[in-house]
Structure formats: C-alpha cells, structure tokens
C-alpha cells in the first residue's frame, strides 16, 4: 500500500515510549453529565439503511455498501446543496475520517498530530463541540500518513484504533478511558489507522504494517471489559497450512501469466522457510459483517517485502485475499487469493461490501471488492467462488511484468486501480460505485535484509516524469462485468463514495471539491470548492425530517492532497 504520487518521500517515524496512554483533555459542553444515548445491537443490525437518522458504523451498516435510502438530496435539488455548518479540528492533516452518528450526535476522529491522536464529539445539528479526548500515543511507525478513518460505536462506548497499536474504549458520555488493550508491538512497525466494528458484543479490528515486516491479524475483544477472545493471523503458520500455497502461475480469473519462476521458488523454500513469520498481510480497513452467517469479510494487503519475492517463495497465503471469518471463534472459512505471490504491492486495501447478486433466476448473497488491479471481484459468500470478474476501470498496460534493478513500467502503479476508498453499492441502480487511480510507475527492485521497525518494500516505485495522472469515479455492473460509466477527474482520486435514494453518488476531489454525480449516468451535478483535498469518504443522516451529507477535508499523505482541518456538513436550505 505504501506509494506516493510524486515520487517515494519515505515514511512516517514517530518514537515514544511504548507504554499506554490516557486522555490529555476531556472536556466541553452539552454531552458530560447527561445520560449517555445508549446504541443497542438493535440499531447496529438495523444500521442507516434502517434508521436514516444514525450513521451507526464506518460503512454505515455491516454490509458496507455506504448507501442511503434518503432521497430529499437528489438529482433535482443537489445543484442548491450548501454547507450547513463546518468544524475545524486544528489539525491540518491527511483527515480521513468518516463521522459516525447516533442519537443526534457525531463522533469524529482526527489524524495524529504531536503524538496525540484526538476524538471528538459534535452536536450533530449544529456542529457544537460536545468533548474532545485527547490520547497521548507511544512509539508510531506507519507508512501512508498519520490516519485514523473513524471510530465503532456500542452502548455507551466509543472504540478506536490507534497509531501505536492499542485498542482503546471511551466513555461516550464523558470521553475518558474505559478500557484499553495493546493489540502488537508498536516499535515492530504494527499500527492501526482503520474503524473497528461491533458485532454481538465484540469489537473486531485488524493491524496495519504490511510494509515493515510484521505478521497481520484480524482480532477479537469483548466490547464490555477488553478481555482479548480471539486472533485469525492473515498468514497461517506451518501447522495451519502455511503460506506456500499451491504454486499458482496465473492470476486466478484471468489468462494473465505471474510471471513466476517456481522453479527457483521451490528450490529456495527451505532456505526461507521462516519468511512466513514477518510476511506482511495488514488489513487496511473496516471488515464487512454479514450477521446471518455470523461471518466478517476482511480485505488483506500486501506481502513484505513488498517487491521482492526472492525472499518469500511461494503463494504468500492469505495476502492480496479477500477472506470470511467466523466471528465466534476467529476461524477461517475461505479465501479468495487474487494474486499469489504479489511483486508490484497491489493488495487488497478495500473494504469489501455485500449484496445480493443475481445470476439468471438466482439470487446469490455475494461479497464485493474493488481492487488496486483496477477490476471489481465478486464473490459468492458462502464459498468464496468467483462469481464474475468485471472488466478493467482503468488502464492496463505490461500488467504483471517483473521489477527489475533498471526499473519496469506497469499500470496500474502501487496506489492502484482502488487504493483504500471505500466503494459503495445501490440497490436502486444495481451498480458498484469506485473512486480510482491513474498513476504510471516504475517498479525496481532489490533485495535487501529485514530490521526490526524499518521500512521494508525491497524496492522503489516511482512516478514517471512527464505522465499524465488523473482519477476516476465508475460505476459497475457486477452482474454483466460491464463499466457503465466513467467520470474522469483532474487529480487521482482516493477517498471513497456515498450512494443515495436521491439517485447520486457524492465523492470528494484531491482539489478540493466536493461533488455529485447522477448514479445512473454519470452526468456531474455539483460541486464545492472545500480548500483542501477532500479525501475522506463521505457519510449522510437525518434529523428533524433535514437530510445533511457530511464530508472530512483535510488532504491526504499518500497522494500529497492539500491539507486543511474542515469537516463540512451540508443540507438544502
């Protein structure tokens, strides 16, 4: 995952001491004193979709599809959209929060700055500052920016993830630290920047470090205490199967050849043997929850080191995976690999999302995931077959070719295709929904040892000089494979979508704008000119019978946006 759009400026290195930490400040007005809104597993399993006035999770219910039944924004009207109240962090960096709201109030999470990473929570009327906690972090080591893309809501607590690794429980009443866990080993180069999810008591979050040689892990807590109930490890040990995999020569679901010399692979097994043990497979972000199969859905990411696949012979099992997981007991179901023994760092980054998919006269209950391949999987959820493998969004060109010591050009670059942005899916329209890239690199590659919390890609990718790079916003057809049509944008887009009843998608510019688009046509309905990227994906709620549509703009690390502290809130005058 870690990629640039100029060229490789390296990554963050933030040192502490490795310890716990406790809010510097918890304070305001409005919310401390007052009965806490208690969020039941009611309303989680309802979501928005259910209750249009709460955003209650990351991907606003557990299926992740981030679409809205409301429909007083819509295609008409959108063009009279204007901000209805904006609040300015003070931060002004890589924001890439998505507000969660529940019982008329918001809570926001904010991008580490002086090793403090901040939650917040507003009025969601009226953007009225509520408390602010403040958690001092330890040791930071990350690759793609200071981030942390929101929080998990149950009962009357408040979950986030942290830069160095902890799991931590507020009190929504009042802020302060009810409970904390140390999920890794900080200084191992082990962080988390995406929102937990809560399901039937537990809080599930996964680690990101794919890029330092760490080992990735989907993890379990009881949401009431903290007390640790489970661990699926993205990469299975020995004696669970190992990492070796079957020697697959080309990318399942395609004629495309890997490239792979197995040969040599196989010869250099035993000398790499313990590869598996520092073999990357972070999980970027939130996991789908499907509470009928009582099944997650977790994307994981790359390999380390991230080009060089002289050093881990081999499959790399279960990175570049899209995979199910019993939520009971941490046990793997299946998984789909769509690149073994991934050279080129285009892992599986996205959120995946569930929907019904319908092939003939059947309805199959089906996972999808736009990937940094630039093309949308869909996966049968019981089994993890492939249903359909759409047609490519973006261009492709030497797709597959080696890295080389002189350098190799391959689109798509690092970034992808679909970095992290969440997509979005529209029962309405029956399309999937994806802000993307278009970055040439040179990929190159040379081998170099593991160290403990260092850098760790074997490799450079760089932009190329003189090319051009832009984005896109697409809608899919997963059933027929088909794009159905593109918005291209002037900067690469990352971010993410909002898909509405009002018949629009809304996803927000490097540039600063902000924007709307129909969800049929792709025909561009508005725009706002924010100040500053706005690359965060984008949430909406209703309250007092007003729609609002919410959006983070602040800039981003990984493509270097304009940065700004502004989350904006929107609604028809």
């Known amino acids: 995952m870690a990629a640039w759009k100029r060229t490789f400026v390296g990554a963050g290195v933030l040192l502490g001491c490795w310890c716990t930490g406790a809010p510097l400040a918890a304070q305001g007005s409005g919310g401390a004193g007052a009965s806490p809104f208690l969020v039941t597993d009611a309303m989680l399993l309802a979501g928005h979709s259910g209750n249009p006035e709460q955003w209650p999770m990351y991907g606003g219910d557990y299926h992740n599809n981030r679409y809205s039944p409301l429909d007083q924004i819509n295609t008409t009207n959108v063009k009279n959209l204007r901000p209805a109240w904006i609040f300015q962090t003070g931060i002004a960096e890589s924001f890439e929060t998505t507000p969660v709201v529940v019982g008329g109030e918001m809570y926001i999470t904010t991008p580490a700055a002086q090793q403090v990473q901040k939650v917040i929570k507003l009025n969601a009327r009226t953007g009225e500052k509520i408390w602010e906690s403040a958690i001092r972090l330890g040791t930071t080591i990350f690759c793609c920016g ?27 009443r009042t802020g302060r630290i009810v409970w904390e866990q140390q999920t890794a080993d900080p200084s191992l180069g082990y962080s988390q920047t995406h929102a937990p999810v809560v399901f039937d008591g537990k809080v599930i979050i996964g680690s990101s470090g794919g890029e330092y040689g760490i080992r990735g892990f989907v993890k379990a807590y009881d ?182 010591p002189e350098g190799t050009r391959m689109l798509p670059g690092a970034n992808g295709g679909t970095e992290w942005s969440p997509g979005g899916f529209s029962p309405q329209t029956g399309y999937a929904y994806s802000v993307n890239l278009h970055q040439p690199m040179h990929y190159s590659v040379h081998s170099v040892p593991w160290e403990k919390g260092r850098l760790w890609l074997g490799s450079a990718f760089t932009a190329i000089p003189g090319e051009d790079q832009w984005g896109n916003v697409v809608a899919v057809d997963p059933v027929s494979g088909n794009v159905v049509w593109e918005a291209r944008t002037e900067e690469p887009m990352m971010g993410g979508v909002l898909v509405t009843a009002g018949g629009l998608v809304f996803a927000g510019q490097p540039t600063g704008s902000f924007d709307a688009w129909d969800a049929r046509t792709g025909q561009h309905l508005w725009s706002f000119r924010t100040g500053a990227g706005c690359n965060a994906a984008p949430m909406t709620y209703q309250l007092d019978g007003k729609q609002y549509v919410a959006v983070a703009c602040g800039g981003i690390h990984q493509i270097d946006a304009p940065r700004g502290d502004a989350l904006i809130v929107f609604a028809l005058p």
């Open 223 to 404: 949401a009431n205490t903290g007390r640790p109930l489970w661990t699926w490890y993205t990469i299975p040990s020995p004696e669970e199967g190992g990492w070796w995999g079957t020697w697959v020569t080309t990318a399942p679901g395609t004629t495309h050849s890997l490239n792979r010399n197995i040969r040599q692979e196989k010869a250099d097994s035993a000398k790499y043997a313990d590869a598996w043990q520092r073999g990357g497979g972070g999980v970027w972000m939130t996991p789908a929850v499907d509470p009928e199969r009582r099944a997650i859905y977790v994307s994981v990411g790359n390999p380390s080191p991230d080009l060089d696949g002289s050093i881990r012979p081999g499959d790399n099992r279960w990175t570049d995976s899209v995979c199910s997981i019993h939520v009971d007991t941490g046990r793997m179901n299946w998984c789909y690999q769509y690149i073994p023994h991934d050279v080129w760092d285009l892992d599986a980054a996205s959120p995946p999302f569930l929907f019904d998919f319908r092939q003939g006269n059947r309805t199959i209950p089906a996972v999808g995931h736009f990937s940094k391949l630039g093309f949308l999987y869909v996966l049968d959820r019981n089994t993890g077959r492939l249903l359909k493998l759409s047609k490519n969004y973006v261009p492709h060109e030497n797709l597959f070719a080696l890295p080389t």
């Open 146 to 172: 200071p981030n942390n893309r929101g929080v998990a809501v149950w009962q009357d607590k408040v979950y986030l993830g942290t830069l160095d690794a902890r799991l931590v429980a507020l009190d929504a």
